[in-house]
């Protein structure tokens, strides 16, 4: 992979979805355009249930 084959995204959306994990919604950065294979590109954030949350440390601003 290249750097003129990297695509800037940020973060659109964080939901459940539906499985105790969490899904990203990633929209493109101002002025690019997404390819068509990703448009609605999602991720899947998969935390297993016996994990502790200090596992995921969140940090307030």
Same mark, same amino acid.
Request: aromatic fraction near 4%; glycine fraction near 8%; avoid cysteine.
């Given at each position: 992979?290249?750097?003129?084959?990297?695509?800037?995204?940020?973060? /659109?959306?964080? &939901?459940?979805? /539906?499985? /105790?994990?969490?899904?990203?919604?990633?929209?493109?950065?101002?002025?690019?355009?997404?390819?068509?294979?990703?448009? /609605?590109?999602?991720?899947?954030?998969?935390?297993? &249930?016996?994990?502790?949350?200090?596992?995921?440390?969140?940090?307030?601003?």
């Amino acid at each position: 992979m290249h750097s003129h084959d990297l695509i800037s995204v940020s973060v /659109g959306e964080i &939901r459940p979805n /539906g499985e /105790g994990n969490l899904s990203l919604i990633l929209q493109a950065a101002a002025g690019e355009i997404l390819p068509t294979y990703s448009a /609605g590109a999602h991720i899947d954030i998969i935390i297993p &249930r016996h994990w502790p949350p200090a596992v995921f440390p969140v940090r307030h601003a």
